[in-house]
């Protein structure tokens, strides 16, 4: 059984990382440890290259607190070009994967408060009235009438990023 590390402990993102573990290497293959670690990037990361380094800095940060663990996964969601998204960075001792997430569009009154400082989280909350959405369905559940959440586009994600780790072509 492996010992995957969650460099998070949001709901939506530990639902996303164990069902891409359970997929890609079969029912009960894996213990999810979530702990809470820093991304060393503001709360609300814009522009890709500052939502990977959250990413990027989470895994180190929990490879630090959990050098036992077989994998370490890191989610970071941020804004770019007038879109959320999110990195996903996994790294195990030998290899790191790495993906970026679908886009949502945003709507401007939701992204003029982003980047006026706000984190889309809270932002989202207010005008849903869905307390910490973020751990939830999120915008994207929200703005897709449900047919999507944070944590299924994650899923994607992590699936993507899980590619080097089983698949010999990688190595």
């Known amino acids: 059984m492996h010992h995957v590390v969650s460099a998070t402990t949001n709901p ?8 891409a573990f359970t997929e890609i290497f079969g029912e009960g293959s894996c213990h999810i440890d979530a702990i809470s670690v820093e991304s060393g990037v503001p709360e609300q990361p814009l ?28 989610i970071e969601a941020g804004i770019d070009e007038d ?8 790294e195990n001792r030998e290899q790191c994967g790495e993906a970026r997430s679908a886009t949502l569009p945003l709507p401007k009154v939701i992204l003029d408060k982003v980047l006026a400082g706000e984190a889309l989280g809270p932002v989202m909350s207010h005008y849903t009235g869905i307390d910490e959405i973020g751990r939830k369905e999120g915008a994207i ?19 993507l990023a899980l590619s080097p780790f089983h698949n010999a072509i990688y190595r």
């Open 12 to 19: 939506a993102k530990i639902q996303a990382i164990l069902a």
């Open 47 to 74: 522009g890709s290259d500052e939502t990977r380094a959250g990413a990027r800095n989470r895994v180190d940060n929990a490879r630090l607190a959990r050098p036992e663990a077989d994998f370490w996964v890191a």
């Open 83 to 90: 879109s959320t998204f999110s990195w996903v960075v996994i």
């Open 141 to 159: 559940g929200v703005f897709t009438a449900g047919t999507l959440t944070r944590s299924s586009v994650y899923h994607q994600a992590v699936v």
